[in-house]
């Protein structure tokens, strides 16, 4: 019995051998008819990328293909078994014929499907068609400069006694690219802060894009491209305060009654601000000064000071000038008086000149309350003439003297410009002789 089973397993594995043998060439042998007889072959080829390069006159008139196009194709190809057997997308290109592209609209172009260079088939079959949107791509720059573009911060709040001095933005520009009926559209760009609430401190933060159309609605329109959508907003803010406005009277005769001049001014108060904290230091604001002398009656009834601020403060209240009104100025007149050489007096002169008062009499103008300019005679005008710190010369000189009136608490002063001419005479030293010496 084993010897039948050995002698049997021996001849089924020399059949093996020959069935295997017979199966290899029977697979050649079908191969070499199927070569003969079906030469070729045809397969399926899919997602197969297309590419699209625009025309020279669609560059010249910025058309350009919308995005959302279909941008893969399938196609069959024809070849040898062992030519095509292995190939894939990636051994294709597939381009849009956009010869007949003329101006914006949809159009269905012809997609050319080509083997690469080193692929041995062919393409087959009916052409192969997408559908395309071209539109006009236009760009457009919108500028803080021309108010194209503005920078808000309305949710950011100062703190008590401070004020939004300035909002500015980085960078000032901002360029849009899409389709010309989109970009058209947009009217204005706002860069808008990010930061919500209330700041004691100037700040800086983000900025958010916003494109608005004519009537200032909002537009979201994901095909509309910025070159940037990185702002920076600066939100500058400056200590305020509110002063009381006063003025500042000049060549005030020493016993003049100043509290005599009943006025008011306008505005009375006056807001600034300032980037510092100088500004808590400043209990009032002087608008500026006014000469007792050239005060007449003439200007007695308003007086109009220009508003200036120091350096860096800010005019919140933005008045650019201020009056002052004299409420009594009714009750003032004027009268001409002559000053005699006997009332001109010269003080503080250098001991090396002898200085005389050539002018021998000096007619002003005294303004002041009709019954107390009634009151006053010649005689109770001075005019002095100071000369310490000047330089001396010899010969003559024109000098302004001061004038004071005789009294105390006097309502009357002096209105004018007036010279007095003096001759200076430079001292010579005498040589005496010496005392004789006595033995």
Not at 87 to 106: I, K, N
Not at 156 to 179: F, H, Q, R, Y
Not at 216 to 233: C, H, L, S, W
Request: hydrophobic share 40%; charged share 20%.
């Amino acid at each position: 019995m084993g010897k039948f089973l050995k002698r049997t397993l021996n001849n089924f594995v020399k059949e093996l051998k020959n069935i295997i043998i017979a199966v290899l060439v029977a697979i050649v042998a079908w191969f070499a008819i199927s070569m003969q007889i079906f030469p070729d072959i045809s397969s399926h080829i899919s997602d197969i990328k297309v590419s699209a390069s625009p025309t020279e006159y669609m560059t010249e008139n910025s058309l350009s293909i919308a995005e959302g196009y279909e941008d893969v194709v399938s196609a069959r190809i024809s070849g040898k078994r062992y030519d095509i057997g292995n190939l894939s997308a990636e051994d294709f290109t597939a381009t849009l014929d956009l010869s007949g592209v003329t101006g914006v609209g949809e159009y269905v172009v012809n997609v050319n499907v080509t083997p690469k260079s080193n692929v041995n088939c062919k393409v087959i079959g009916d052409d192969i068609t997408v559908k395309i949107k071209v539109e006009k791509i236009i760009s457009k720059t919108f500028s803080i400069t021309d108010g194209s573009m503005i920078v808000t911060a309305d949710d950011v709040i100062a703190a008590e006694n401070m004020k939004i001095d300035s909002i500015t933005v980085n960078p000032a520009t901002i360029t849009l690219t899409g389709d010309a009926a989109d970009i058209e559209a947009i009217k204005k760009v706002e860069i808008r802060s990010n930061f919500a609430g209330k700041t004691n401190t100037s700040i800086s933060t983000k900025g958010q894009v916003i494109l608005l159309n004519a009537s200032g609605k909002p537009v979201e329109n994901p095909e509309i491209k910025a070159d940037n959508n990185n702002f920076t907003v600066d939100v500058t803010l400056f200590k305020q305060k509110t002063l009381p406005l006063t003025v500042q009277f000049t060549n005030v005769p020493a016993n003049f009654d100043l509290s005599s001049l009943k006025y008011s001014i306008y505005p009375e108060t006056l807001t600034i601000s300032s980037p510092d904290d100088s500004v808590d230091a400043q209990e009032k604001f002087e608008v500026g000064i006014i000469d007792l002398s050239q005060l007449t009656t003439k200007y007695l009834q308003k007086v109009t000071l220009p508003i200036t601020l120091p350096e860096g403060f800010k005019n919140v209240s933005g008045n650019s000038y201020a009056m002052v009104t004299f409420e009594n100025a009714d009750e003032f007149t004027f009268l001409n008086f002559t000053v005699q050489k006997e009332n001109i007096r010269i003080v503080n002169a250098p001991e090396n000149f002898d200085v005389e008062v050539l002018t021998n009499e000096l007619s002003v103008n005294v303004t002041g309350p009709e019954s107390e300019i009634s009151a006053l005679a010649s005689k109770d005008i001075y005019a002095t003439i100071d000369l310490m710190g000047t330089t001396l010369t010899e010969g003559l000189k024109d000098v302004t003297p001061e004038f004071i009136i005789r009294g105390s608490n006097v309502k009357c002063w002096v209105t004018g410009e007036y010279k007095i001419t003096l001759q200076a005479t430079e001292k010579t030293e005498r040589n005496t002789p010496s005392e004789p010496v006595i033995p």
